[in-house]
């Protein structure tokens, strides 16, 4: 049997058009220069995008857990977490906060999609959409699809899922360190619950896990037609 929710983070602004997408949230020495995106992913585990369209987007944190991995009391700890995530959104910056109402509205529209993947075992996406998306045609005819950019497999135990969506421009920019700082926001080794983070440029997730096998990570794109702007971006981890 399986359970699965969705928990709000926010609001973030891309000031470029150029997103450093990442499972290890540690600063990039430099910007990744590997021939293609599908090969950075599977070598490196993160990868630059370009042609992001730019603007406020905003993020919300996707899991599913078979009922076998995760017992009854934990769960209600995470939907206690979920609970408290149903307050009004805070966003970070003045000038993202005038668009405080319009987010809230597009979350509730978020609630009531239907999630089509199918997942076995232990779940969680990352999906981070420009607060425009909904009011777009390609979008709502179902003619814009998510395109898989690549994958990684972590073949040993990792001691937690983490993802992260950063502004490349302003990845070395003092608020965007803090995301960088896991220990501060992440939660003792042995809490499970999910953990989120958001800056005006950055957004990230973490959940720390249990004893396991390793993970298999996918990375999804939405354009805005073929050649279009990236205009939604989704970074799935699934326990192998």
């Known amino acids: 049997m ?67 991995i995760v017992n009854e009391s934990k769960w209600k700890n995470i939907i206690a ?61 179902g003619s814009w699809e998510y395109e898989v950019l690549g994958s990684h497999d972590i073949k040993k135990h990792a001691d937690g899922a983490s993802g992260g969506i950063f502004d490349i421009k302003h990845i070395r920019d003092p608020s965007t360190s803090e995301v960088f700082d896991l220990k501060s926001w992440a939660g003792k080794p042995d809490d499970w619950q999910p953990k989120a983070m958001i800056t005006l440029h950055a957004v990230a997730v973490n959940t720390n896990l249990q004893e396991n096998e390793g993970l298999h990570l996918k990375y999804h794109a939405m354009r805005a037609g073929a050649d279009g702007e990236v205009v939604s971006i989704r970074i799935s981890q699934q326990l192998l």
């Open 81 to 141: 977490l979920l609970d408290s995530f149903q307050q009004p959104c805070i966003l970070q910056q003045s000038y993202i906060e005038r668009v405080q109402l319009k987010a809230a509205e597009e979350f509730r529209l978020w609630n009531s999609e239907i999630f089509i993947d199918v997942y076995v075992g232990t779940m969680q996406t990352l999906d981070a959409r420009h607060i425009e998306l909904f009011l777009s045609e390609g979008y709502q005819d």
């Open 2 to 68: 399986a359970a699965s929710d969705w928990m709000r983070i926010g609001a973030f602004f891309f000031d470029s058009p150029v997103a450093f997408l990442t499972e290890k949230l540690i600063p990039p020495v430099k910007r990744p220069q590997e021939e293609t995106i599908e090969k950075m992913l599977k070598l490196r585990g993160f990868c630059a995008l370009n042609n992001i369209k730019t603007g406020i987007w905003i993020a919300v944190l996707f899991f599913a857990v078979l009922w076998s």
